[in-house]
């Protein structure tokens, strides 16, 4: 009979120390868990600031026309000649040099 009383107990111990390294392996998980959903957090507001960053650079991605030769072209990879407020976009410097001949 001791012999069983003895073995319930280890048993019992056994079962005892399962249990609390069971809610302690529980806790760092959740820890570990918030973490990382922290981390996730904060990696999707990087992704959310670079779309809007990208959408913004689309939008001054506009497309003028050429005023010699009539051609749509980007307006960042234009030649630009301005008078006053007024601008000219130009596809090439050609056509840039050819206008102000034309112009005066
Ligand atoms: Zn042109």
Known sequence: ME???ALLHITLGLLLLRIVMSIITG????????????NNASILEILYD???IQRNEAM???IVRDDYCGKMI????AY???SGDHKNYFCSWECRE???KETG
């Open 74 to 77: 980007e307006k960042r990879k």
């Open 60 to 62: 001054n991605d506009e």
């Open 80 to 82: 630009i000649v301005s």
């Open 3 to 5: 012999m069983l009383d």
């Open 27 to 38: 806790i760092l998980i959740n820890k570990k868990m918030q973490q990382i959903q922290k």
């Open 98 to 100: 050819k206008f102000i």
């Open 50 to 52: 670079q779309k809007v």
